[in-house]
């Protein structure tokens, strides 16, 4: 799976990196419509998982794992667990700001649909960003 960095998150992370803009802990979220991500994408290019059982998983700043390993730099996050109790498609991930009023990044998920039946399930994911 590859990251795509949206436009609108390109500038807000380069915001952060330069010391423009106040950095926030991340939203991760899972979506349902059939959407490959692409540069032009905004929060609402993407549908919310809705699913009595599923929410957003927060992950703070202190909470990811940094390393440089073979001249590849990476920060890894424990598994997040999402849950759902009825049918459902999750197609991908997109992440926001800790108001989930900025789109940081997206990516679909390699086996899109990931389908769940009736009595739903559960969908774990360890976050990892790498930059080389």
């Not at 086996?111 to 976050?127: C, I, K, M």
Request: glycine share 6%; hydrophobic share 35%.
């Amino acid at each position: 799976m590859s990251i795509t960095a949206p436009n609108v998150g390109e500038i807000l992370l380069l915001k952060y990196m330069l010391n423009n803009t106040a950095p926030s802990d991340v939203n991760v979220h899972l979506y349902t419509n059939n959407v490959t991500p692409a540069e032009t994408d905004v929060i609402g290019t993407y549908t919310e998982a809705t699913d009595p059982a599923y929410s957003a998983v927060s992950c703070p700043g202190a909470s990811w794992t940094f390393a440089t390993v073979g001249g590849v730099s990476s920060a890894t996050h424990s598994d997040l667990n999402f849950s759902f109790s009825t049918t459902i498609s999750i197609y991908g991930v997109y992440v926001t700001d800790s108001t989930d009023s900025s789109l940081l990044l997206t990516q679909r998920l390699d086996v899109a649909p990931l389908n769940y039946g009736s009595s739903g399930g559960n969908l774990d994911l360890e976050p990892e960003i790498t930059l080389e």
